[in-house]
Nanobody
Framework: QVQLVESGGGLVEAGDSLRLSCAAS????????MGWFRQAPGKEREFVAG????????YYADSVKGRFTISKDNAKNTVYLQMNSLKPEDTAVYYC????????????????WGQGTQVTVSS
């Protein structure tokens, strides 16, 4: 079993930066590929970024490519999402997830989910 707890969300202005963290317990982040997803009000949950087991491969949605960076610190059992140049359309609840049998890619199956952290970007 894996327990995931996100933190770092908040209210920021357009153009600002935020760094989300996802702390894992039960199993280390080095064991599984990990991903970040988001869900805006009235919209379906969407893939944002993913990272492979070793961190050697990363995946991004086109909407965040060049602005967001996913990374992992296996020693701290933590995955990060650095979000720069935030836009109002980035407003959503952000979730981290673990993919025990996947690659961390958009189409991987994610079996463990955190409770989410709210990110609100004002214009």
């Amino acid at each position: 079993q894996v327990q995931l707890v996100e933190s770092g969300g908040g209210l920021v202005e357009a153009g600002d930066s935020l760094r989300l963290s996802c702390a894992a317990s039960g199993r280390t982040t080095g064991t599984y590929p990990m991903g970040w997803f988001r869900q805006a009000p009235g919209k379906e949950r969407e893939f944002v970024a993913g990272i492979s087991r070793t961190g050697g491969s990363t995946y991004y949605a086109d909407s965040v490519k060049g602005r967001f960076t996913i990374s992992k610190d296996n020693a701290k059992n933590t995955v990060y999402l650095q979000m720069n140049s935030l836009k109002p359309e980035d407003t959503a609840v952000y979730y981290c997830a673990a993919s025990p049998y996947g690659l961390g890619s958009p189409n991987s199956k994610y079996d463990y989910w955190g409770q989410g952290t709210q990110v609100t970007v004002s214009s």
